[in-house]
């Protein structure tokens, strides 16, 4: 009844071995950690030169440091850049192009979503086979380039006097985030449990019933992931802005382009990088405060370009 | 074949110590089991002397060498993990000889060892499916496979049957037993499972906390636990326990408690026997008789529930409060109601200090 | 279990009011597959088959414009570009992605800021990526400038003006704004690697390179072909950064077929060319798509029949 029933000492005739030396800093690990912080240094090096050179005045930029940190920090090239650069033909700044930039995004993001729950919810809770084929389809579209769809949008919006409007650019907006969003919301209606929906035909909820009352309350997960999608990849557009948007609702990158490769006359290169973060603010801005959605928003298929 | 001496093992992870002083000895050729409950180290032993887990202090020997800080490649050891980890990419021969041919043995040898093991474990004719063409037994014999091929002198076994159906389990484990024998290697296998523990040990070493309770035979383990944890951990259904107290009469040792009382002159007492006011007597639920409410007996219970198991009826008592299991035979039918009469073998129960939980 | 509710389903769903509002609720996708993918496609097939210019014509040309296109100097310029870019781009932002996420798997100190990093590009635009690195390129103030001035009195990178190597600058931008989506794709097929196989390839004597190379690549290809078929998609539509970074010049130095059509079916009025240009786009594209999505649904198939 003892706990051990042996002797547990160790062979006395061998020897103990000594703990090796083991150091944190092996060469792997030198390796490893410099191929990171060098690439990561690659990574950042643009975004120092672009916040870099928006502070410096043009004096200091034409001497040529490009790495250089300013030697007199200014806004200015800032508040010429929101203000009064030239985009095109008038001279009013970019924060033009900024509120453009929202009042595209906002009802695409809108209505692209709402079309995406909708789609998703029709194709994953109720069964259809001429809705999975068209499903498909859509799938495919998404990777076909957009120039094969030009010009049939562009007069098919013209024949409805919607081209060049912003109700034009917000609904190809939304034809073109279509399969991505119905992608999304099928995939994740398809991982609820059938459970709910029954219980709820069971009490009686119709179509719609179900839809605006049990599904997109319980879909917050997936709108957060789909509301960064959406804005980040509709904020960044610049195709569909030149073509559509027309000249009074040009997007903030199409604005961005037009005053940084078509000026005549000296280039303001610290007010084409503030141009450039100004433009880059809010999809970057969403990035770092989203964090994991960010990701999961990659994670759920979407790939833009 | 190898013997495994692990001398005042602590391993420490984060801030906590998860074994300290820790010493054990398995045998050459033994299947030694580690059972305990999640968290009791058993995983983290046996990943210590696989060389997966970081020794803070304390030495591990395998075969009188002192390993406890090679690799794991260099140590003679095969693990077979829960997942069973086979290269899903690779098929069978290729899942078994990797290891030898990135290590460079020559291609005739590998050919050869490869051959050998699965003729042993009669994978030959699967040696080139992939792992997910396999059955569950199919890819339990290639894990194990890859660790004969390496001339492994002790087997690593990780909660392999844990992933399973019970059916699949009980049938591996009967193949896990006839390979040990054929094999006759050394094996230190980990369960929480105790009839795995019981049906396929040579020694049990009954694990809580980071230390070693009990070690010993099944048989042993079962019947002489050695403190209250051993002994409710072994056995399905559990070891009823009941409070009472010991009392001395005369030259005899009683223990009673409200509704049952027992003659102790035939117990072995672990130590000096003395009355005391607080112990628990363990009781196995197959070594009470039950008998007419009107025989003599040790105590009276009332009937309150019965599960046939087919085999046998586990009967629920009431015994002054407390619900008590006993094993019967199938034929044997008794009403919720009855009461019944109990005749306990004071040979076979086991008594705990209340208090510490060792055994009196 | 799965017929049994499937009929139930079937059962609820047989209600005429029910079957309406699906449809209805269906019919916006409909329209829209059907008349903005695939009546657009199919119009502007038929448009590269007629001799329209600023307006379609009725007319009906055969093969003419896909002729006189491939007879362009600027078509066969922007088709070589492509390749070039294609092949540049693709490889170096797998390898360069590969290797980041391989490299934050080895447990590092700072892993959450360090993807933060690496992935921060992905959320800039195609057209602010383009800027800023036209300007980090810029030869007379930018980079080569700069390292001049730091000592280095011979180093050359005018590519960005060069027209044999400005493509490979475009592409360097894209690899810069890629890589960190395709480390953050391969670091979660990574993750998803079961740690008993790593603690077998340990008890094996498997050194850790070996075992991404030969246990853990080939057990993440499916990711791999994945981000590769979306990489070769965003390769053949590559448009912003072209416009945004060089123009397409020097010259024509850095055309793009994207950029081609777009200029011929606005700029220079040609819708028939444009419209051949962007079908033959539309044909490269379903190359790269028909076999992976072949691939795709063989191995659910096999998936669903082959688990033992």
């Given at each position: 009844m003892s706990v051990l029933t042996s002797n547990a000492t160790a062979p006395v005739a061998n020897v103990r071995r000594a703990r090796p030396a083991r150091p944190w800093l092996t060469p792997a690990r030198?390796?490893?950690?410099?191929?990171?912080?060098?690439?990561?240094?690659?990574?950042?090096?643009?975004?120092?030169?672009?916040?870099?050179?928006?502070?410096?005045?043009?004096?200091?930029?034409?001497?040529?440091?490009?790495?250089?940190?300013?030697?007199?920090?200014?806004?200015?090239?800032?508040?010429?850049?929101?203000?009064?650069?030239?985009?095109?033909?008038?001279?009013?700044?970019?924060?033009?192009?900024?509120?453009?930039?929202?009042?595209?995004?906002?009802?695409?993001?809108?209505?692209?979503?709402?079309?995406?729950?909708?789609?998703?919810?029709?194709?994953?809770?109720?069964?259809?086979?001429?809705?999975?084929?068209?499903?498909?389809?859509?799938?495919?579209?998404?990777?076909?380039?957009?120039?094969?769809?030009?010009?049939?949008?562009?007069?098919?919006?013209?024949?409805?006097?919607?081209?060049?409007?912003?109700?034009?650019?917000?609904?190809?907006?939304?034809?073109?985030?279509?399969?991505?969003?119905?992608?999304?919301?099928?995939?994740?209606?398809?991982?609820?449990?059938?459970?709910?929906?029954?219980?709820?035909?069971?009490?009686?909820?119709?179509?719609?019933?179900?839809?605006?009352?049990?599904?997109?309350?319980?879909?917050?997960?997936?709108?957060?992931?789909?509301?960064?999608?959406?804005?980040?990849?509709?904020?960044?557009?610049?195709?569909?802005?030149?073509?559509?948007?027309?000249?009074?609702?040009?997007?903030?990158?199409v604005q961005l382009n037009n005053v940084i490769n078509s000026t005549t006359g000296e280039r303001l290169y610290n007010v084409n990088m503030a141009a450039t973060i100004l433009t880059s603010l809010v999809p970057l801005v969403i990035y770092l405060v989203s964090g994991r959605w960010f990701v999961r928003g990659i994670a759920a298929g979407a790939v833009k370009g | 074949m190898s013997s495994v001496v692990i001398e005042q093992l602590h391993v420490r992870l984060g801030h906590s110590d998860i074994l300290k002083d820790l010493d054990l000895r398995v045998e050459n050729g033994e299947f030694l089991v580690l059972l305990g409950p999640s968290g009791c180290g058993k995983s983290t032993l046996l990943h210590a002397v696989a060389g997966l887990v970081d020794v803070t202090d304390g030495a591990i020997w395998i075969d009188g060498n002192d390993v406890t800080w090679t690799d794991p490649k260099d140590r003679s050891i095969g693990m077979v993990f829960q997942s069973y980890a086979l290269y899903p990419t690779m098929n069978v021969e290729r899942n078994m000889s990797f290891g030898l041919r990135i290590n460079g043995t020559p291609k005739p040898e590998i050919d050869q060892r490869v051959q050998r093991a699965a003729s042993m474990l009669q994978l030959t004719s699967l040696l080139a499916r992939k792992p997910s063409?396999?059955?569950?037994?199919?890819?339990?014999?290639?894990?194990?496979?890859?660790?004969?091929?390496?001339?492994?002198?002790?087997?690593?076994?990780?909660?392999?049957?844990?992933?399973?159906?019970?059916?699949?389990?009980?049938?591996?484990?009967?193949?896990?037993?006839?390979?040990?024998?054929?094999?006759?290697?050394?094996?230190?296998?980990?369960?929480?499972?105790?009839?795995?523990?019981?049906?396929?040990?040579?020694?049990?070493?009954?694990?809580?906390?980071?230390?070693?309770?009990?070690?010993?035979?099944?048989?042993?383990?079962?019947?002489?636990?050695?403190?209250?944890?051993?002994?409710?951990?072994?056995?399905?259904?559990?070891?009823?326990?009941?409070?009472?107290?010991?009392?001395?009469?005369?030259?005899?040792?009683?223990?009673?408690?409200?509704?049952?009382?027992?003659?102790?002159?035939?117990?072995?007492?672990?130590?000096?026997a003395r009355a005391a006011e607080k112990v628990v007597l363990g009781l196995r639920p197959e070594h009470v008789a039950l008998v007419a409410s009107d025989q003599p007996a040790d105590g009276r219970a009332t009937v309150s529930l019965s599960e046939p198991m087919g085999a046998n009826i586990v009967l629920w008592l009431d015994l002054e409060g407390h619900q008590i299991a006993v094993d019967t035979e199938s034929h044997v039918t008794h009403k919720r109601g009855d009461t019944l009469g109990l005749r306990v073998d004071p040979r076979r129960v086991s008594l705990f200090d209340a208090e510490s939980g060792l055994r009196v | 279990m799965a017929a049994v509710s499937a009929q139930a389903s079937k059962r609820t769903q047989r209600g005429p009011r029910f079957r309406w509002a699906l449809n209805l609720a269906l019919l916006p996708m409909a329209l829209t597959v059907v008349f903005c993918y695939i009546g657009t496609a199919l119009w502007s097939i038929r448009i590269s088959t007629t001799s329209s210019h600023t307006f379609p014509a009725h007319d009906f040309v055969g093969l003419f414009q896909y002729t006189r296109l491939f007879g362009t100097e600027r078509w066969i310029v922007s088709l070589q570009n492509l390749v070039l870019y294609g092949v540049t781009f693709i490889t170096l932002t797998l390898l360069i992605g590969f290797l980041l996420a391989v490299f934050i798997d080895q447990k590092v100190r700072g892993e959450a800021v360090l993807r933060t990093i690496f992935l921060y590009p992905y959320a800039m635009s195609f057209v602010a990526t383009g800027l800023v690195w036209q300007w980090t390129l810029n030869p007379e103030l930018g980079l080569q400038s700069a390292l001049r001035q730091l000592g280095l009195t011979g180093f050359k990178f005018d590519w960005i003006v060069t027209q044999d190597k400005v493509i490979y600058a475009v592409a360097f931008a894209a690899v810069w704004q890629m890589a960190g989506l395709v480390m953050a794709v391969l670091l979660a097929g990574l993750r998803g690697v079961d740690d008993e196989i790593w603690k077998a390839a340990r008890i094996d004597g498997i050194p850790p390179w070996r075992v991404y190379v030969s246990i853990v690549l080939p057990m993440i290809a499916p990711s791999v072909a994945t981000a590769l078929v979306l990489l070769f998609l965003s390769a053949v539509k590559v448009y912003d950064v072209v416009v945004a970074m060089t123009g397409g010049g020097p010259g024509i130095a850095s055309e793009v077929p994207a950029k081609f059509i777009l200029d011929y079916l606005f700029g220079r009025a040609n819708l028939g060319l444009a419209s051949a240009a962007s079908t033959v786009l539309l044909v490269t594209a379903a190359t790269a798509l028909a076999p992976w999505m072949y691939a795709r649904s063989r191995a659910e198939r096999r998936a669903q029949q082959g688990v033992v």
């Open positions: 030198i390796g490893i950690y410099g191929f990171l912080i060098i690439s990561a240094a690659f990574f950042l090096l643009p975004l120092y030169v672009m916040i870099a050179t928006s502070l410096k005045t043009m004096d200091q930029i034409r001497l040529g440091a490009i790495f250089s940190l300013p030697t007199t920090p200014e806004i200015d090239a800032w508040i010429q850049a929101w203000s009064s650069a030239c985009t095109g033909l008038e001279c009013r700044g970019i924060r033009v192009g900024f509120w453009n930039s929202v009042r595209i995004v906002v009802p695409s993001t809108i209505i692209s979503i709402l079309a995406g729950a909708l789609n998703g919810y029709a194709l994953s809770f109720w069964r259809s086979r001429w809705a999975d084929w068209l499903f498909t389809v859509l799938i495919l579209g998404a990777f076909i380039p957009y120039q094969v769809f030009l010009y049939p949008m562009v007069r098919g919006l013209a024949f409805f006097g919607l081209f060049g409007s912003l109700s034009g650019i917000v609904i190809v907006h939304t034809v073109f985030g279509m399969p991505v969003m119905t992608l999304l919301f099928r995939n994740y209606y398809a991982s609820l449990p059938q459970e709910l929906f029954k219980a709820a035909r069971i009490d009686g909820g119709g179509f719609w019933r179900i839809f605006f009352q049990l599904m997109i309350p319980m879909s917050t997960p997936i709108l957060i992931v789909a509301v960064i999608l959406q804005v980040t990849n509709i904020w960044n557009d610049f195709l569909f802005g030149l073509v559509f948007a027309g000249r009074e609702n040009q997007p903030m990158t | 063409q396999l059955s569950g037994g199919q890819r339990q014999r290639v894990a194990i496979g890859r660790a004969i091929v390496r001339d492994a002198g002790v087997f690593l076994l990780d909660e392999p049957l844990s992933n399973l159906d019970a059916k699949l389990r009980s049938e591996l484990r009967r193949e896990l037993k006839q390979l040990h024998l054929n094999l006759g290697t050394t094996m230190i296998y980990v369960t929480h499972d105790q009839t795995e523990a019981m049906t396929l040990a040579s020694r049990i070493a009954v694990m809580l906390e980071g230390k070693i309770q009990q070690i010993g035979t099944p048989s042993e383990v079962y019947d002489q636990p050695v403190n209250r944890f051993v002994a409710g951990f072994l056995g399905s259904p559990t070891m009823n326990f009941i409070a009472g107290s010991l009392v001395q009469e005369g030259s005899r040792m009683r223990w009673r408690s409200p509704a049952l009382s027992l003659d102790l002159t035939d117990y072995a007492f672990a130590g000096q | -």
